[in-house]
C-alpha cells in the first residue's frame, strides 16, 4: 500500500489546475530520443496504439552518446533479440556500421559477441529513417517535459495514481494514458570535468529537471550515479604505425535476422590496440584529488571502468588496453577506448601523450563524468511499468543501467508493454529462461541496481540455450502472438522455422550404425548403436554441410539456417541436461504471490527478509527465492504463508486485477 499525505493531494489539485493549453491527445508519449526512446516509440506504434516520441532536439534522435559501437559479448545476444522482437536498433546497426566483427569466436557459440563499429551520422540518419516508416502511428516532436499528469481520483487503491498526460515546460498538457520516461543521464545530469561542474545530460545539452522532483513526490526512491566518456582524439595527430591493427570479420554478419549482407562488408575500417604505461597512470595519481568525480559515495560502471578507477583498484598493473575507434567514413575523430576520465581538461591531453602512438596527439573533446538520477529499479513491474503509478513505464539509465543496448532491450519491452496496455490487451512479459532481456529486467526488479548494471553471458544460468543465433527461435513467435511483430517480419520468419524444423527432420530421420558412417567417412563410436545425422552434430568435427552426401535436400537449405542447426545440434546434450533446471524454474514461476502482500501476517520471517519483501514486492516464488539476502527458512514460512492463503485470496477476488507474468499459469493451490 501506498499512502498519500496532504502533501501529494495538493500536487493533485497542482496538476488539475494546469490547463493552460490542451492538445492532440495520444496512447503513448515517450519521453527521450535516445536508444530506448527510440526503441519504445516503435515498439509501441508496431502494437497500433498512437505513439507520440517527445526529444528535446530531432537532430539528436539516436545519438551514440558513448562509444562509436553497437554489441560485444552479451550485449550482441541482446541486440539479436531486440531484432527478433522486431526492434530497430539492429537492422539500423546493419546499415551504419563500419567494421564488423564476431568476439570469443574462438570459444563455444553460446559466448560469441556480435559487434559492429558504428558510423555515428550515418546511425542517426538511419534510426530517422526507420522511426519514418512507422508514420501512420508515430510521431516525434521537439518538446521538453517538465512534469506528468496524475489523476489520484480514478485509480486502484494500491498505487499513488493514474498516468493522464504529459506537461510541457511551456504549460502545453499532451493527453496520454501511457508515458514511457526514457531519459539517460539527462534526469537531473551534472557534468564534471576535473574541479568543474555543471546542469547537463551531454556536453553542451541541458540535464532534464522537472520530472525528477513529480518522481520524488510520488514516493520513489531516487539515487545517483555516474558515468563517464573519454577525450575525442584528432585522427591526424595521431601515429597508428607503432600500434596493432584489427580489420574485421571478412564475411560480416549481420545484427538482423531480416539481412543476409551490409551495405558497407567491402568497406570496413580498421581499429588500433595500444596501451597506458607506468607515466601515464602517474599522471593520472598526480591530479586524482582535483576531480570532484571521485567519490566513494557515487557508484560508477565496475565493468566498464574509468581510467582512474582501473588504476586505483588494479594498481598492480602496468598497463591498460587502450583501443582508438574511428567515428566514421567522414570524421577524422578517434574514439579512445578505455581511458574515459574526469581529470582537469589541461591535465587531459598531456596524459595521453605519454601513450605510444599518441606522443602529438591533440584532443578535440575533453573526456568528463557525468552524475545522473535513477529510481530504484526494484520500484517496477516485470513489463517495466511502476507499482506507483499506472501507466507509467520506465526504460534505460533511469533504471540504473549502463550501455546502448540494454536501454534499448528496456524500451522495446517497456514500449510493447504501453502500446497493448493503451489498447486493453494483455501484458507481454520474458522470463530469464527465454532470453538475456528477460534476465536482465529480473535482475533489476529483484535485486535492484547499486551501480550501472551491465548485461554479461555469466549473468544467465540458461546461457547454452540463449545464445545469438537462435533469438528469433526463441522470441519471435511470443511477440507476434502479442501483437507486436509486423506481417512482413512474421512471414520471412515462419518461412525460415518451416524450414529449420523440416532440415532438422530429415538429419533425424536419417539413421545409420557406426560401420555405416564410417563408410560415409564419419568416425563415431564402433559400440553398434545406431546414429541419426542430427546425433552427429555433437561431433566438433561435423557440420550439416559436410552431410549433403547421404541428404542431397541440404545443399538448397540457406546458410544461415544450416549454422542454426550447427549450434542447436552441438548443444543439445547439454541441453538436454538443462531441462531439468528449466522444470524447476518453471515450477517456481507458476507459484503465484499477491503483490499486495502484507509481509507482517507471515510468520517466520527475519526482519531483513521482511523489509526486501516488501520492497520488491515479489509476485511468484521464483522471483521471492532470487532476492538477496532470501533465506532457506523465510522461504519455507513464505510458501507456506501462500499455499494457505492463495485460494482465499483469489475467492475475495483480491487476484482480480493482478498482472502476473506469462508462465504463472497455475495458480498456488492450497
Known sequence: MFSRPWGRLRLHRHFSSVAEHISEP????????????????????????????????????????????????????LVREIDALD?????VADQAGIMFRVLNATKGPAVWGPRAQIDRVLYKRYMKRELRKYNEN??????????????????????????????????????????????GTFLSGEIHIGSRSFPAGRINEDATVGLSASLRAAGFKLGRLQTGTPARLDKNTIDFSKMERQDGDEVPSPFSFLNTTVPNASNQV????????????????????NSVHIQETKKGPRYCPSLEAKITRFSHKQRHLVWLEPEGYD????????????????????????????????????????????????????????KRITGLFLAGQINGTTGYEEAASQGIVAGINAGLAALGRPAFTLSRAESCIGVLIDDLIIKGAEEPYRMLTSRSEYRLSLRPENADIRLTAKAHEAGAVTESRWKEFSAMQATYNSTIAMLRNYVATPNEWLHLGFLTNMDGI???????????????????????????????????????????PHLVRQEADLKIFHEDESLLL?????????????????????????????????????????????????????????????????????ESATALAA
Open 270 to 289: 580498421s581499429c588500433f590496440m595500444t596501451y597506458t604505461n607506468p607515466t601515464t597512470h602517474q599522471v593520472v595519481k598526480d591530479n586524482m584529488h
Open 138 to 183: 508515430l510521431r516525434l516532436r521537439a518538446a521538453e517535459v517538465f512534469d506528468l499528469v496524475i489523476d489520484h481520483e480514478q485509480t486502484p487503491e494500491s498505487t499513488w495514481g493514474t498516468i493522464k498526460g504529459v506537461r510541457l515546460d511551456t504549460g502545453e498538457v499532451i493527453p496520454c494514458s501511457q508515458v514511457v520516461i526514457c531519459t
Open 530 to 572: 545406431k546414429r541419426s545425422a542430427f546425433d552427429l552434430l555433437r561431433l566438433k568435427y561435423v557440420k550439416t554441410q559436410a552431410l549433403q552426401s547421404c541428404i542431397p535436400l541440404i545443399k538448397d537449405v540457406d546458410p544461415r539456417i544450416l549454422h542454426k542447426i550447427d549450434v542447436e545440434g552441438w548443444y543439445h
Open 26 to 77: 495520444f496512447q503513448v508519449c515517450v519521453i527521450g530520443g535516445g536508444h530506448a526512446g527510440c526503441e519504445a516509440a516503435a515498439a509501441a506504434a508496431r502494437t497500433g496504439a498512437k505513439t507520440l516520441l517527445l526529444t528535446k532536439s530531432l537532430d539528436n534522435v539516436g545519438e551514440l552518446s558513448c562509444n562509436p559501437s553497437i554489441g560485444g559479448v552479451g550485449k550482441g545476444t
Open 594 to 662: 499477491d503483490p499486495n502482500l502484507d509481509y507482517t501476517t507471515v510468520y517466520g520471517l527475519s526482519e531483513a527478509v521482511r523489509e526486501r519483501l516488501f520492497i520488491v514486492r515479489p509476485t511468484t516464488i521464483g522471483a521471492a527465492k532470487r532476492m538477496e539476502g532470501m533465506t532457506p527458512t523465510s522461504m519455507v514460512n513464505l510458501l507456506r504463508h501462500a499455499k494457505r492463503t492463495f485460494n482465499r485470496d483469489r475467492a475475495e477476488g483480491r487476484f482480480d486485477h493482478v498482472e502476473f507474468p506469462t
Open 87 to 91: 526492434g530497430v536498433m539492429a537492422k
Open 331 to 386: 570524421s577524422n575523430v578517434i574514439y579512445p577506448n578505455g581511458i574515459s576520465c574526469s581529470l582537469s581538461e589541461e591535465v587531459q591531453e598531456p596524459m595521453m601523450r605519454t601513450i605510444v602512438g599518441l606522443e602529438k596527439v591533440k584532443m578535440v573533446r575533453p573526456a568528463y563524468g557525468v552524475e545522473y538520477d535513477y529510481v530504484d529499479p526494484r520500484e517496477l513491474k516485470s513489463t517495466l511499468e511502476t
